[in-house]
């Protein structure tokens, strides 16, 4: 056995966004579990095949089938239809930790997001400029939107 002393540095990761979508909040809150859940999907419109289990503890995982997968974490925090809190190593493999936080509120019709997506660790250097991790916010708020226009069309409700 041998122990080696090196000098890398712990990284911080920080994506921070508002978002406004015209729906009513627990039109929201539905189509965001569902879009952390088995319909998220990579920008390139991969299925990442996750799991949310939406309770105190409750696991998120991608799941390979035949007993393999990726855990991604845990929910920390959740308060339907206003708060989801989530830990772990989401897509990292590596010895980096994240803290991702999704804040709904209703306001005149409108349901905003106040959302943060926060890691530290030696996080891969490829992840470090943020445009991985933002293409695949973006790629996310933006199917979560789709949905929500998606379920407004299909069972008509006050915007």
């Known amino acids: 056995m041998s122990a080696k002393v090196s000098e890398q540095a712990v990284e911080i990761l920080e994506v921070t966004r508002e978002i406004e ?9 539905e189509t965001l ?5 088995p319909l998220n999907e990579s920008p390139d419109k991969e299925l990442h095949n996750l799991t949310l289990e939406a309770w ?6 991608r799941d390979f089938g035949n007993n393999t997968g990726y855990w991604w974490g845990a929910v920390q925090s959740i308060k339907p239809p206003v708060l989801l809190e989530l830990h772990g ?3 990292m493999s ?6 991702v936080i999704f804040r709904l509120k209703e306001e005149n019709g409108l ?6 997506h926060r890691a530290m660790g030696l996080i891969p250097h490829w992840l470090m ?8 916010w973006s ?18 409700r006050n915007r």
């Open 139 to 156: 790629n996310f708020f933006t199917n979560v939107d789709a949905g929500v226009e998606q379920r407004l069309k299909v069972a008509p």
């Open 129 to 136: 400029d943020g445009v991985d991790v933002n293409k695949g």
């Open 21 to 29: 979508i015209a729906a009513m909040i627990e039109i929201v809150w």
């Open 111 to 116: 349901t905003r997001i106040e959302f943060s």
């Open 56 to 61: 105190p503890g409750g696991r998120w995982y």
């Open 33 to 37: 579990l569902e879009n952390m859940g």
């Open 89 to 91: 190593p989401m897509f």
């Open 94 to 99: 590596s010895p980096a930790v994240n803290h």
